[in-house]
């Protein structure tokens, strides 16, 4: 597993399990939530991306890359969601919560995977179009040209900034229902996205479906997925890994949503 052992010592320093998220950040939400399904005890570092949290030295020293979130385990640093997800499922396997027959992880692994590869094509650009949402200023630009090596990261932002156009929204639109239809079909004949337990597949697209969901993307194809949805929402580790006070959204976040439902129920 892509884990490595900090070369900052007061980041060797940090005995067990330290998390650097964020509040609304769906990546964030899964680790969460699988930390909290396996009754672990961590401690939080939570980073505001609107105020360049993730783009400070101390931070950047953790995640090069500077994407939320992170995870620091008796000094080993472990990023990328997906790959935080399997590091907790290894080192902490009870509840045992990926599947052990061969062809159901492939599974597993596959709508995991799934989820990150997804992350800046589908849910993302929807979301912060619909919004306006937007975590960089112009004027941060520049510095997080310098630091951010993925070219995708940094037009993604900078069309953020810029306003998405039309056929990045439709394109977007496009990639969500594709993989609603696809969880529809799985998930009509199974309570689970894998096999016949609750487990990291459904922990790693539980907070895209939750997110679209509040945001009013169009759901009503969607029956089985909508009651896997309630189901997962109603376990207390969801509720909490969510984090609800964090969706009293300042007007200027509110206002676009506001204005969206009204037009997709009109
Ligand atoms: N591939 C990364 C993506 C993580 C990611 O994009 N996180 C967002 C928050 S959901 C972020 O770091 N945003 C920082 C920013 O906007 O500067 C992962 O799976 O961990």
Redesign the pocket.
């Known amino acids: 597993l892509p884990s490595r052992t900090s070369t900052d010592p007061s980041v060797q320093a940090l005995k067990g399990l330290h998390l650097y998220h964020?509040k609304l950040?769906?990546?964030?939400m899964r680790v969460r939530l699988l930390l909290d399904e396996k009754s672990r005890a961590w401690t939080s570092h939570l980073l505001d991306?609107t105020k360049?949290d993730?783009?400070s030295e101390s931070y950047l020293r953790i995640n090069p890359t500077?994407?939320?979130?992170a995870l620091v385990h008796d000094g080993v640093v472990v990023?990328?969601?997906?790959d935080?997800l399997y590091y907790l499922e290894q080192h902490f396997p009870d509840p045992q919560l990926a599947p052990v027959q061969e062809g159901e992880r492939a599974a597993m692994r596959e709508w995991v995977d799934l989820a990150?590869s997804s992350?800046?094509t589908t849910l993302?650009p929807w979301q912060y179009a619909i919004t306006g949402a937007r975590?960089?200023r112009p004027e941060d630009m520049e510095r997080?040209r310098e630091l951010q090596s993925d070219p995708d990261?940094v037009a993604f932002?900078q069309r953020s900034l810029d306003g998405f156009s039309d056929e990045a929204i439709a394109d977007a639109v496009e990639r969500n229902h594709a993989i609603l239809a696809r969880m529809e079909g799985g998930l009509t004949d199974a309570p689970w996205l894998v096999g016949g337990e609750y487990g990291l597949a459904d922990i790693a697209w539980f907070p895209n479906v939750l997110l679209l969901d509040l945001l009013g993307f169009p759901m009503s194809d969607y029956p089985a997925v909508r009651r896997w949805l309630a189901v997962v929402r109603s376990r207390p580790a969801a509720g909490r890994a969510i984090g609800w006070s964090a969706f009293r959204l300042p007007g200027w976040l509110l206002r676009p949503i506001v204005r969206l439902r009204k037009a997709l129920k009109g």
């Open positions: 964020a950040s769906n990546s964030s991306a360049q993730n783009l500077s994407l939320i979130p990023t990328e969601t997906s935080i990150a992350h800046t993302k975590t960089k997080y990261l932002h």
